[in-house]
């Protein structure tokens, strides 16, 4: 946004590679049409293929996706851990592959079994440090701490 430079070379590299059959795929966290300080003929070349929005994913999506993790990992771990893990930890996929990576190197280090008690500790973890809100207050008493 607002780099005139880097959109002219973007805008070259797109055509060439649009012209050679290469498949773009482009990630951003708005919409072409919400985008400012984007020259007209990027803004057209980004609407010119599939635009999808992606939400955070839902309880059974979050189970899935632990389980498939647990799977890859060659873990295996109680339900009722997976569901709570789920449905405390809900914005995004990294914090929640973070958890279960977090309960399982606890329990490995600490040679504990996997408990309810031990998921509670590491999610509330997770919990407190994606819903603290960083205001001018917070970053003053950090700093003086």
């Known amino acids: 946004s607002g780099k005139t430079g880097t959109q002219d070379v973007f805008f070259h590299i797109f055509n060439h590679l649009h012209q050679n059959g290469k498949q773009v795929v482009l990630t951003s966290d708005k919409a072409p049409v919400d985008m400012q300080d984007i020259e007209q003929r990027l803004l057209s070349r980004f609407k010119w293929g599939l635009s999808a929005e992606l939400q955070t994913p839902d309880f059974e999506t979050r189970v899935s996706i632990l389980k498939n993790k647990l799977y890859r990992d060659g873990v295996e771990m109680p339900e009722d851990i997976i569901d709570y893990v789920a449905k405390n930890i ?13 309960l399982i190197a606890q329990s490995s280090f600490n040679k504990k079994e996997i408990t309810i008690d031990l998921a509670r500790v590491i999610v509330e973890k997770f919990v407190k440090n994606t819903k603290r809100e960083v205001s001018i207050d917070y970053i003053q008493k950090v700093v003086s701490d």
């Open 90 to 102: 809900k914005s995004n996929v990294r914090e929640l592959e973070g958890a279960i990576i977090s």
